[in-house]
């Protein structure tokens, strides 16, 4: 199943030196009369990696990145 995002945060844990990425959807909050005065913040997910895996995703990331940008 397929979650939307349009925001994340992320934290290294000095303690065991794993990252931790939360994907977050900002999303508006609609009045009775159908306008929008603020937003709200859901966690869509967490996810929590070893340090060496999160390179290698940051990695494939930047290449993805950098390939769509030369087309």
Do not use: W
Not at 17 to 39: N, W
């Amino acid at each position: 199943m397929m979650q939307y995002a349009n925001g994340f945060s992320c934290a290294l844990s000095a303690d065991s030196g794993e990252l931790i990425i939360r994907f977050l959807q900002q999303s508006p909050v609609f009045k009775e009369d159908g306008s929008t005065e603020e937003s709200k913040i859901n966690e869509v997910t967490e996810i929590i990696m070893p340090n060496n895996v999160a390179k290698q995703l940051a990695y494939a990331l930047d290449s993805l990145a950098n390939s769509e940008s030369e087309h």
